[in-house]
């Protein structure tokens, strides 16, 4: 079993930069596996948006988020981050913080099936 609380969301302008932390417990080994970050905005399915490996050395993004978005982990601390940079309005979302049942960061990386635990999240809201 894994617990994971999301922390950093807010209500922000455009263009600014925020950052999500989300903080795992309980007897699954926080390091041994994958880690990702989905959102879900009104009456839309939930998306996946960043994906990094148990070790911190592979990464995998959504489109829409490259370039902008930078997920990280801090194994001693049992922390994954999201860092949002240049923020825009379709940003808005509830942000889900998710514990791979794999390893590595691969191509089912981006479904909603690969992950076996979910924080309840945080809404980060980007006014224009």
């Known amino acids: 079993q894994m617990q994971l609380v999301e922390s950093g969301g807010g209500l922000v302008e455009a263009g600014v930069s925020l950052t999500l932390s989300c903080i795992a417990s309980?007897?699954?080994?926080?390091?041994?596996?994958?880690m990702a970050w989905f959102r879900q905005a009104p009456g839309k399915e939930r998306e996946f948006v960043a994906a990094?490996?148990?070790?911190?050395?592979?990464?995998q993004y959504a489109e829409s988020v490259k370039g902008r978005f930078t997920i990280s982990r801090d194994n001693a601390k049992n922390t994954v981050y999201l860092q949002m940079n240049s923020l825009k309005p379709e940003d808005t979302a509830i942000y889900y913080c998710?514990?791979?049942?794999?390893?590595?960061?691969?191509?089912?990386?981006?479904?909603?099936?690969?992950?076996?635990?979910w924080g309840q999240g945080t809404q980060v809201t980007v006014s224009s």
């Open positions: 309980g007897r699954t080994s926080f390091d041994s596996r994958a």
């Open positions: 998710a514990c791979s049942r794999y390893t590595y960061v691969g191509e089912l990386q981006g479904q909603v099936s690969s992950y076996d635990y």
């Open positions: 990094v490996s148990w070790s911190g050395a592979s990464t």
